[in-house]
């Protein structure tokens, strides 16, 4: 397998820059991305999704009430990406288009794009993809969360399209760390640093380290303060650092960015403890020298947690962290550029526009008796929405299509196959590890609160929801 180049990572944002103004890189103008967006509807919607919003995020069908979560499915980002793949076989009807590695995580989203003769490169065994069948004058789709530089450098070389559906909020991410790179800044990338979107967003670093949760940006924070074992944290952060990373000289100077899909205020509470840090060792009047401060999180993941936690009369408790609350207390008084640079990135009101908009009524049921939880088994937000219903005791049941409701021969009978927690997402891509609950709907009323990941689409939605009535004998 031919080894991807290496672009100079002091080159990065020229590269792009070239990339993006060359013959190689297709542009959808205003008028056909708008296009696009409304032929996504008419294949993507669902009517019966529609009516629940525009009946107050609440529907009574027989004994079955579903209760709507007020922020679901598709974000604007995944919308936008899907649609320009569609708009891309409309536009190179006779071309090999090939999309670098799922254009989303939704199952039944990729076999779309594969049914309309899309090919996806293939992953090896050692994790490394096999490009050797894209060829000169192909098409290339960039997925949502992204490509790495040298993949985009690869492409180029190769002389095919280039068609880009990475999430503008994705982007703004790899703007923040051209932006620390310019400054000599290390890149403190809140993230896990084998997601796909990580992987683009750490090649356009020169120095860079992930840090997958609060626990992790403890122990770096603590290190910094001078506590630690540094071949320890060299043993421990391995996979998760550049090449030749110092700890004791490549954490003076810091710039923290984040992977879109994780929580707001972890990523939020993880660059105030470094701020934090940095003013102890260097003093609030330096900090300015050491630390970057940018807005690049996005709210769809959090917003679709939060309506989960609203679901169940619940709220979000923001992560907290011992060390930052000492060293806020020994620092009093001095505010934080995180602080003011807070501002949040929502698309909120475009995905309500898309979907049909409706306002939340106000005698929606307090309590629901179980949760349906749509979305690729490989999708991590849409494993979160599942974590949410257990923390809070509620029967929950994750999902990736209607068809694992009832019998496989396709009898609507009351049975679902689904994932649990402790199932890993390899093995459920897979079909293995899923458990089938007997009887899941019980007899009498009951109330079925509904959600689905950030990559799933309404009309599969929709057909979940007339599978259940259809157990029931009902229709909508």
């Given at each position: 397998?031919?080894?991807?180049?290496?672009?100079?990572?002091?080159?990065?944002?020229?590269?792009?820059?070239?990339?993006?103004?060359?013959?190689?890189?297709?542009?959808?103008?205003?008028?056909?991305?708008?296009?696009?967006?409304?032929?996504?509807?008419?294949?993507?919607?669902?009517?019966?999704?529609?009516?629940?919003?525009?009946?107050?995020?609440?529907?009574?069908?027989?004994?079955?009430?579903?209760?709507?979560?007020?922020?679901?499915?598709?974000?604007?980002?995944?919308?936008?990406?899907?649609?320009?793949?569609?708009?891309?076989?409309?536009?190179?009807?006779?071309?090999?288009?090939?999309?670098?590695?799922?254009?989303?995580?939704?199952?039944?989203?990729?076999?779309?794009?594969?049914?309309?003769?899309?090919?996806?490169?293939?992953?090896?065994?050692?994790?490394?993809?096999?490009?050797?069948?894209?060829?000169?004058?192909?098409?290339?789709?960039?997925?949502?969360?992204?490509?790495?530089?040298?993949?985009?450098?690869?492409?180029?070389?190769?002389?095919?399209?280039?068609?880009?559906?990475?999430?503008?909020?994705?982007?703004?991410?790899?703007?923040?760390?051209?932006?620390?790179?310019?400054?000599?800044h290390t890149?403190?990338?809140?993230?896990?640093?084998?997601?796909?979107?990580?992987?683009?967003?750490?090649?356009?670093?020169?120095?860079?380290?992930?840090?997958?949760?609060?626990?992790?940006?403890?122990?770096?924070?603590?290190?910094?303060?001078?506590?630690?074992?540094?071949?320890?944290?060299?043993?421990?952060?391995?996979?998760?650092?550049?090449?030749?990373?110092?700890?004791?000289?490549?954490?003076?100077?810091?710039?923290?960015?984040n992977q879109t899909t994780m929580l707001k205020g972890e990523t939020e509470l993880i660059g105030k403890l470094f701020e934090r840090t940095l003013i102890k060792k260097y003093g609030p009047q330096n900090i300015n020298e050491h630390f970057l401060s940018f807005n690049t999180i996005c709210d769809a993941t959090q917003e679709r947690q939060d309506a989960m936690y609203k679901m169940f009369g619940a709220e979000y408790e923001a992560p907290e962290s011992k060390l930052y609350a000492e060293l806020e207390g020994e620092q009093v008084g001095i505010d934080l550029m995180t602080t003011k640079n807070a501002e949040k990135l929502s698309s909120r009101q475009m995905e309500a526009d898309s979907k049909g908009g409706g306002e939340v009524s106000g005698d929606i049921p307090a309590k629901v008796d179980m949760v349906l939880v749509l979305g690729g088994f490989n999708s991590s937000n849409t494993a979160h929405l599942l974590e949410i219903a257990e923390e809070e005791g509620i029967t929950g049941y994750h999902i990736d299509c209607a068809e694992r409701i009832g019998l496989p021969d396709g009898e609507a009978t009351n049975r679902i196959q689904h994932k649990p927690m402790s199932t890993s997402p390899a093995q459920a891509m897979m079909d293995e590890g899923l458990e089938v609950t007997e009887n899941f709907l019980p007899e009498g009323p009951v109330t079925i609160g509904i959600t689905s990941g950030a990559s799933t689409p309404d009309n599969i939605f929709g057909d979940v929801l007339k599978r259940v009535l259809a157990v029931q004998g009902l229709e909508a």
């Amino acid at each position: 397998l031919r080894s991807l180049p290496t672009v100079d990572r002091a080159k990065t944002k020229q590269f792009r820059r070239e990339l993006t103004k060359s013959d190689s890189y297709f542009k959808f103008g205003r008028t056909q991305m708008n296009g696009a967006m409304e032929n996504l509807k008419k294949v993507s919607g669902s009517e019966l999704l529609t009516k629940i919003r525009q009946n107050g995020f609440k529907l009574t069908v027989g004994n079955i009430t579903f209760v709507l979560a007020e922020s679901y499915g598709f974000c604007w980002g995944v919308e936008r990406a899907v649609a320009m793949a569609y708009e891309a076989r409309d536009f190179f009807p006779d071309k090999n288009i090939w999309v670098t590695n799922e254009i989303i995580h939704n199952p039944s989203v990729n076999k779309q794009l594969s049914d309309k003769g899309m090919k996806f490169v293939q992953t090896t065994s050692d994790g490394s993809k096999d490009y050797s069948g894209v060829q000169e004058g192909d098409v290339v789709i960039l997925p949502a969360f992204g490509a790495s530089v040298d993949e985009m450098a690869l492409f180029k070389e190769k002389n095919v399209q280039i068609v880009d559906t990475t999430c503008p909020w994705v982007s703004k991410v790899w703007t923040s760390v051209e932006k620390s790179k310019d400054k000599g800044h290390t890149a403190i990338i809140h993230g896990k640093y084998d997601h796909e979107e990580t992987v683009a967003t750490k090649s356009f670093a020169q120095k860079y380290l992930v840090l997958k949760n609060m626990g992790e940006a403890e122990y770096v924070a603590d290190y910094m303060l001078g506590n630690g074992n540094k071949e320890e944290f060299l043993s421990k952060f391995s996979k998760a650092m550049s090449d030749g990373f110092d700890p004791d000289v490549d954490l003076a100077c810091l710039g923290v960015a984040n992977q879109t899909t994780m929580l707001k205020g972890e990523t939020e509470l993880i660059g105030k403890l470094f701020e934090r840090t940095l003013i102890k060792k260097y003093g609030p009047q330096n900090i300015n020298e050491h630390f970057l401060s940018f807005n690049t999180i996005c709210d769809a993941t959090q917003e679709r947690q939060d309506a989960m936690y609203k679901m169940f009369g619940a709220e979000y408790e923001a992560p907290e962290s011992k060390l930052y609350a000492e060293l806020e207390g020994e620092q009093v008084g001095i505010d934080l550029m995180t602080t003011k640079n807070a501002e949040k990135l929502s698309s909120r009101q475009m995905e309500a526009d898309s979907k049909g908009g409706g306002e939340v009524s106000g005698d929606i049921p307090a309590k629901v008796d179980m949760v349906l939880v749509l979305g690729g088994f490989n999708s991590s937000n849409t494993a979160h929405l599942l974590e949410i219903a257990e923390e809070e005791g509620i029967t929950g049941y994750h999902i990736d299509c209607a068809e694992r409701i009832g019998l496989p021969d396709g009898e609507a009978t009351n049975r679902i196959q689904h994932k649990p927690m402790s199932t890993s997402p390899a093995q459920a891509m897979m079909d293995e590890g899923l458990e089938v609950t007997e009887n899941f709907l019980p007899e009498g009323p009951v109330t079925i609160g509904i959600t689905s990941g950030a990559s799933t689409p309404d009309n599969i939605f929709g057909d979940v929801l007339k599978r259940v009535l259809a157990v029931q004998g009902l229709e909508a």
